[in-house]
């Protein structure tokens, strides 16, 4: 059979045997819709509200602040909208502070949000790939309203700073967004630790299904719904429960919870393996982020002279599944805006590549892409004019 190595986790993971286990019972059995009162409501509510619970206890939430959304782009819009409309509504110029290396989920929220009067200020990034929490003290302003900064960068796996954010946050009384898309199910995750008021998930990010997320919101953040419809999920995400993606939501939650120590450990020794063996095994190559802490999965590495989209393309014609930048960049021929943010230069930024890897990958595959990888780059740098030039 063909080579299929996927190490291309960070744009979304199989579901766990598990997770299927969970989903299945609820597209035939428990059909019902939840705010059906008979007794196949019933029974889809009873998944919802133990569901609930179980997400919450990923991150340290309680039940009732926990909201069901199709994912981290619906979270991420619905935190920022959902807490800015109100401002606009009223005709204020409400001021936003994110930074220059998030998600387009949220940079493009701000930036429409931007062309409806609101300003919005990017914080810079160093090149060690951390949000310079030195500038944010002197950007939050009598009118700031609402800070958003990710916890793990999905590219280069970077953790940002968000304890001591929070700290600067709360201390000028600033409601404190945080997109934890790809660091819940990575890394431990406790919403009173990072002292946030409002926190982003994504079920696919951890072996959970497609299409289904939520938005931790803290008791008493005002927020307002940003669709229109039925009183679902307390008012603030109308719409009938996608019950069998919440219950494997849950199951991946609660799976997540007991193994992630034991998996977070394992997935380390992988990447150290990887990291070492390209740092070992291939000239003039640098791995972004390096030094800093990341989530245990991901590696970005630049290979300059050569693109990135031909490394893609040689790994995959090879069987190894990875990515230039994010998956939702694809088709984009820009550099990726998190790299240029680090201060890589627009040409090494395109000779990139995310490796991110998970639970299932083992040694052995890591063996086979650091006999494969070297020499995919080998022939590249022949081919490459800019290669040959230098
Ligand atoms: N935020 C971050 C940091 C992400 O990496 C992603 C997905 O790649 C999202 C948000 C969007 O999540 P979803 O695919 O669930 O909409």
Known sequence: MARRIYFDNNATTRMRTEVIEAVMPCFDRYFGNASSMHLFGQEASGILDQSRTEVAGLVGAETDEIVFTSGGTESDNMAIRGFINPYLRKGLKPHIITSSIEHPAVLRTCMRLEKEGVEVDYLPCGRDGGVLLSELEGTIGKGTVLVSVMLANNETGVIQPISEISEIVRRHGVIFHVDAVQGVGKIPVNVDRLGV???????????????????YIRRGTPLEPVSSGGHHENGLR???????AIAGFAAASRISSERIRAEMEYISGLRKKLEEGILE???DVRINGFESERVPNTTSVTVPRIEGEAMALNLSMLGFAVSTGSACATGETDPSHVLIAMGISPVDAQGSLRISLGIE????EIDQFLDSFPRVVERLRKL????RDS
């Open 361 to 364: 990958n083992t040694h052995d």
């Open 384 to 387: 490459s004019p800019i290669g």
């Open 281 to 283: 095994r291939i000239a």
């Open 238 to 244: 109308p719409g009938t429960e996608n019950i069998p």
């Open 197 to 215: 008021d409002m926190l982003s998930i994504s079920a696919h990010k951890f072996h959970g299904p497609k299409g289904i997320g939520a938005l």
